[in-house]
Every structure is written in C-alpha cells, then in structure tokens.
C-alpha cells in the first residue's frame, strides 16, 4: 500500500474516450511534448515540429481499457497545467488519430 501511495504522487491519469482516437490502438508508450502553457501534445512516433521547440518532452504510459485510454502523466506536468482544475480539450489530428492534443 505504501509503494501504490508514492507513486500516485509522482504520477497522475486522465482518461481519454476512445472514440477520440477513432478507436485507434494506441502504444503502451507515447511522447508527451509541452508545447507552450496551453498546449500537449501525445504522439506514438516523434514529431518534427515539435522536436527540440517544445518546452519539455517526455515519455508517458497509456492503458487501453474498455471504451477509453488512460494516459499517465508525471505529476509535475499534470500540477504545472493544472489539470485537476482546469477544463481541457482533447482532441484527436485528423490525419493522424493516434496523435493526441489536449488544449487548456
């Protein structure tokens, strides 16, 4: 129980409908890149545009369940956007849908 307590604080989930993705299967690992204060982006592959421009990158997890993907974000980046208070967009590109971008 201790160990399952520490990692809620070093990580954080939010859950994304999979019919964002146009019921794509999404990789157990994506790229996050923080594109400015008001921007994620979520990619299976790296992305150029994003590539040595975004404010951080990192890696994340994600968990296909029934009907939706969870994906887990570090803490920081979930308490920096603050995402437990903010209302956010998440959006699929429509050229490719398992690219994901979450708009604060």
Same mark, same amino acid.
């Given at each position: ?10 990580? +954080? ?8 993705? *146009?019921?794509? *299967? ?16 979520? +990619? ?21 369940? *029934? ?38």
């Amino acid at each position: 129980m201790k160990g399952e307590n520490m990692q809620r604080l070093v990580e +954080a989930r939010i859950e994304i409908d999979e019919k964002v993705t *146009k019921y794509e *299967k999404l990789p157990e690992a994506m790229i996050l890149y923080a594109v400015d204060n008001e921007h994620l982006v979520i +990619a299976a592959k790296p992305l150029k545009t994003f590539e040595g421009k975004a404010l951080t990158k990192t890696q994340v997890k994600v968990i296909s369940e *029934k009907n939706k993907h969870i994906i887990i974000l570090p803490i920081k980046i979930y308490n920096f956007y603050h995402l437990d208070e903010n209302d956010y967009t998440v959006m699929a590109s429509d050229k490719d849908p398992t690219t994901i971008i979450i708009a604060i």
